[in-house]
């Protein structure tokens, strides 16, 4: 089982230092499954 979900210039946003990220994963399979979540961006200073 795998699923995508794109955060890209329209589905993102700006995070500040020291904000919290949730991320919510369901499981709608009968099977138990096992899952990763991968947080990518770009880092910038001003």
Do not use: C, H, W
Not at 6 to 21: D, E, N, R
Not at 37 to 45: E, H, P
């Amino acid at each position: 089982m795998r699923g995508d979900l794109p955060m890209t210039a329209l589905a993102g946003q700006v995070i500040s230092a020291g904000m919290t990220i949730t991320a919510y994963v369901f499981n709608n399979d009968t099977l138990l499954s096992e899952f990763s979540l991968l947080l990518s961006g770009v880092l910038t200073k001003e």
